[in-house]
């Protein structure tokens, strides 16, 4: 069969997770309440920090900025899943494919550099901490929140660029709820070498990485509330990184998961089943962890009534 050039596709056909029409009412119920969740938790997020003047610090301002990614990450793929169910099509254009592609590709990144920069000012704030109101100012924090997008922005180009490059045949079938990069790629007649490498080049920039760079700050962070003599003071340490480390660990496993799955079954539907972990449910608990595991969180709205009272 002959491929047909790029330009001459006009749509592909995203699967989604089952073709059972029986089941579309429950899945549509299920992802619209997992993605409102996610949206108005991370939202809570970041109206809290930017109220809060208590929350005015590096660890809450990263914390506000992976809220808002979170909340972008799930709405490029949820809100045209839950569309292509309430219209029982499953059709997405050629061009919005790439379009969902690249922003999907430049959140997921911002995830892993912003979690990575959460760590990094995890670990001067234990291991140096009478330097780090100099070493974490402002200005610091928005040059490393700048260059986490820049890198997620280069890469993403990087990626679809060179998907823009192949030919497709006429089986333009996507077993997955939303264009992922992978399945598109396998779809393609062309040679796929290149996008081949440049993934596997992707994988370690995002992947390998920030997860070195996180390791190596906890290996470190350990080590010092190791130092720590008095049991109170290991705790409070402690307890200043837990919800990264547990955000950090929610991530990294289940994409790790996904991973696992893919190459594990050669069921059609299991590569988008396991996708959710990450693309939808790490994003919706995000905000539960950094609420019940952080007293600063947690006595905001009682602080915000204090003052409102006033003296």
Known sequence: MEPRNLTAISEFLLLGFSEEPAFQPLI????????LITVFGN???????????????PMYFFL???SFVDICFTSTTVPKMLWNIQTQSKHITYENCITQMYFFLLFAGLDNYILTVMAYDRFLAICHPLHYTVSMNP?????LVLVSWIMSVLHSLLQTSVVLRLSFCTDLEIPHFFCEIKQVVQLACSDTFLNDMVMYFGAGLLGGGPLAGILYSYSKIVSSICGISSTQGKYKAFSTCASHLSVVFLFYCTSLGVYLSSTATQSSYSGATASVMYTVVTPM???FIYSLRNRDIKRRPTSARSRSRGP
Do not use: E
């Open 285 to 287: 608990l995000n905000p």
């Open 28 to 35: 549509f119920g299920l992802f619209l309440s997992m993605y």
């Open 139 to 143: 200005r610091l924090c928005g040059l």
């Open 43 to 57: 939202l809570l997020i970041i109206l809290a920090v930017s109220s809060d003047s208590c929350l005015h610090t």
């Open 64 to 66: 506000a900025n992976l």
